[in-house]
Every structure is written in C-alpha cells, then in structure tokens.
C-alpha cells in the first residue's frame, strides 16, 4: 500500500515535471529571429495592418475612430470568453514592447514577459509572416493614437484558463515556418497565397475545428460553425457548397464592396473584415482572390445554422 | 429583360405586403430577393459591365425605397425563428435602432434620387447606398452562407 502511494507519487511528479518541461514558452523557437536591419517601410506596414483585420480585435469599443485600437471588446469562442489586448503604442498596450517582443508575439504566440497567448490571438497564421513585414506592421501600429487602458482578464473556464496548457497544444500547431513562395507559380499567386495563410488570417474562420481546437486538413477553408455565436460561415473552396460559381473577380468585389455576385452584401463579422480589405491595393485583393480560386474544392455545408 | 425583373421584383414586394401578416418570414425574404436582384443590376452597370440606362438607375432607387419603407413591417415578435431566417436577435432587442437603420437608409434613397441622371452620380451614390447593406447586416443578421 505505501510502495503503491510512493510509485504514484513519483509517477505524480515526473507527469507534473514533462507537462512543465513540454509547456514551456521556451521551447517555441518561432519568432526568435532577429529582426531585419533597416529602416521600416511604414506604406508597407499599414497593407499588412489592413490585411491582418488587427481592429477586427483590437479596436476600442463603442466609438468609430478606426484608428484607437485600446482593445477589451469581448470575444465570445467555444472555449470561453476573451477580452482583447489594447495594442496601441500607449503604456497600457505596446507602447514599451521592442520590435523583437513584437516579432516574438506575432510568430511564436509569446508575451514579452514569456507566457503564452491564446491562438484567439491567430499567431497559427502570423508565424506565416516574413520578419521583415512584422517590423513594418510594428513601425505602424506606432504611429497609430496612444489608448490609455487595458482589457479586463479573459473569462475562461478551467481546463482552458491554465495558459502554460497551451504549451501542448502550440507543440502540435505551430511549426514556426515563414511562407515560401512556389517558385512555379505567378508572383500574384504567391503574393495571394501569402496574405491569406499569413496576415489575413482567413482560415482561422472560414474553417471548421476539431474537438481540440484545431483545424484539420480537410476542413480547411470549408466553412463550419460561427465560433463566436450564431449561424454558419461559409465555405471559400470552389466547390460546389463553395464559391464554385465565383469568378475571380467576384471575390475582388466582395473584398472591396462587400457585395456578392447575387446583389447580396457580407454580414456579420465580414463586414467589419471588409471594411480593412478595402483599403488593400487592387492588386492585392486580386492576388488574394487568385489564391482562392486556387484552393482545392472541399465540401462544406450549404444554408444557414 | 431587365425591366421585366425589376418589375417583378416591385410587384412581388406589393404583392407579398398584402402576405405579410400571414408569413412574415417569407415576404421579408422575397422583399431582400428584390433589393439583391435590383444591386446585382446596378452593381453591373456601376463597374460598366452593362451599358449606363438613367431609367434602370430609377427603378433601382425604387425597389430600394420600398423596402426600405416596408421592410420592418416584417419582423413581428412571432418571426424570430423558423423558414431557415437568418434574422439575428438583436432586431427584437433594439427594435428602435433597427427600425432607424431603414429610415436613414430612406433618407439617402432619397437624397441619391437626383443622382440618376449619369454614370458618374449614380456610380457614387450606388456606392454609398450599398455601404448601408453591410452596417445592417453586420448587426442584425446572423452568419449564413
């Protein structure tokens, strides 16, 4: 009986010591990069600010400045809710991070003082994102008005409130790769290809996740369920449940516009989404659509939840 | 071709005003089918991928300011769920915001009336009238695809 409590309690610990040792920030190596030399090109900056949907997120609530992002509009998921961080250059947001913390925070998922940030935050995506454009997007956002406050906790129910288990879980998703270009595509196809599975970040809704939280294979930009609430999101693959019947061009427009080949306009989140995209160069959102129509079609679910 | 759907169009919106009280969910849709049919043709003709008709461009305006009168007619407080609506709950929870959306929608129908007479005009003030669709359905419209 005491052997059995000793062999219990050793085994206790030595699973309490490889949860620490396998949860540890540390081991995330993206984002650790240095930062390129030079100076940042701030033009360059506010695309990736308009195509990453940063105030999506961040912007401060109840005013329509676009430009005050002090955060702390909840963010209803499955898991919970979160409160934004403020991100502006103020005290309470980034105002004393370096462009290396920055960098760390956008591809590596880790706070200046090493703690984990909650993939709400859709560093998945951003470790896509070259170096050199996370110090412009950087440079921007500080240029951008000082927000004094900061966001009230996130609201989060035990297991998901115990931010060093995210550890696990960003071993199994994040690989910390910066995008590569096919070199046997068209410039456009890559540049398309790059915004959306870097900054923009459109699979982290337009797909559906699994029970852990993560999106298989499949399912990507398939659509699925409204992780924040009601209804559905559509399927973006040229399936026949997707935007099969969408040219090129329809998915400029609606990236500009807002409105779909049918006369229709975007709802709910997408609007505030196209609100950014439509201050993207033509060329880009171009790109952007290029890149859609190239995805392989899957089979999503058609109608409304 | 066009002026048959246009037509159409404002008369099923006249037509389904008198079916309202019996299937609210339904006329709404149609009414939003209507205003969907009329964007797609002036979406064409601001882009110019369909010739520029100052006629065409007034019928739109008119589909436009009928639904933006009779819209919220619609949403009685027995509608919220069934026909697979997309309507979102907080049309019930802020009926004076969502009834006010329509009428400053209205008010710039009717602003943009005097807009029709060239490509120029029309293409802004097309463009801004379209800018309302996505501030309502932001709001007041679940996600659907």
Redesign the interface.
């Given at each position: 009986m005491r052997r059995t409590l000793v062999i219990l309690a050793v085994l206790g610990l030595l699973g309490a010591l490889a949860f620490w040792f396998l949860t540890d920030p540390g081991l995330q190596r993206a984002g650790l990069e240095p930062v390129p030399a030079g100076e940042a090109d701030l033009a360059n900056g506010r695309t990736l600010f308009f195509a990453g949907d940063c105030t999506s997120c961040h912007l401060s609530p109840n005013q329509d400045d676009r430009t005050r992002l002090g955060g702390g509009k909840p963010l209803p998921s499955p898991f919970g809710t979160f409160y934004p961080p403020n991100i502006s250059p103020h005290a309470d947001g980034i105002g004393s991070w370096t462009p290396e913390q920055f960098l760390r925070a956008m591809r590596g998922g880790v706070s200046p003082d090493g703690r984990h940030y909650y993939p709400a935050f859709p560093y998945t995506s951003y470790q896509r994102m070259r170096p050199a454009d996370v110090r412009d997007l950087f440079a921007y956002l500080k240029t951008l008005p000082a927000v004094p406050g900061r966001a009230p906790d996130h609201a989060l129910p035990f297991p998901f409130n115990v931010r060093r288990g995210l550890g696990l879980w960003k071993l199994a998703v994040l690989d910390g790769k910066v995008f590569e270009p096919d070199p046997a595509k068209s410039p456009s196809l890559n540049r398309g290809a790059y915004l959306v599975e870097g900054a923009a970040h459109c699979a982290e809704c337009h797909s559906a996740r699994n029970a852990l939280g993560m999106i298989p294979a499949e399912r990507r930009y398939a659509?699925g369920p409204?992780p924040e609430?009601?209804?559905?999101?559509?399927?973006i693959t040229p399936d026949k449940?997707g935007l099969a019947d969408w040219s090129k061009g329809d998915i400029a427009?609606v990236l500009s516009?807002?409105?779909t080949?049918?006369?229709?306009?975007?709802?709910?989140?997408?609007?505030?989404v196209?609100r950014n995209t439509s201050q993207l160069a033509p060329a880009d959102r171009d790109a952007i659509a290029e890149y859609i129509k190239s995805l392989p079609p899957r089979v999503?679910?058609?109608?409304?939840? | 071709m066009l002026r048959t759907v246009l037509l159409t169009a404002a008369l099923a919106v006249g037509a389904t005003a008198v079916l309202a009280q019996g299937d609210p969910i339904a006329t709404r849709k149609q009414t939003?089918k209507g205003?969907?049919?009329?964007?797609?043709?002036?979406?064409a003709m601001a882009?110019g991928e369909a010739p520029f008709d100052a006629a065409k461009a007034k019928e739109i305006l008119q589909v436009y300011a009928n639904a933006a009168d009779k819209m919220h007619n619609y949403f009685p407080e027995n509608s919220k769920t069934g026909g697979?609506?997309?309507a979102?709950?907080t049309i019930w929870q802020n009926q004076a915001e969502f009834r006010k959306r329509f009428d400053d929608w209205a008010a710039e129908i009717k602003k943009a009336s005097a807009q029709t007479d060239n490509l120029d005009n029309f293409k802004a003030a097309f463009?801004n009238l379209?800018?309302a669709?996505?501030?309502c359905?932001?709001t007041f419209?679940?996600?659907?695809?």
């Open positions: 659509g409204n609430g009601k209804g559905f999101v559509p399927n449940t427009e516009s807002g409105l080949p049918e006369g229709d306009s975007v709802g709910s989140n997408m609007v505030e196209v999503g679910r058609k109608g409304p939840q | 939003m205003v969907g049919d009329a964007t797609k043709i002036g979406s882009k697979e609506t997309t979102a709950p463009g379209t800018k669709c996505g501030g359905h932001e419209r679940i996600k659907k695809s």
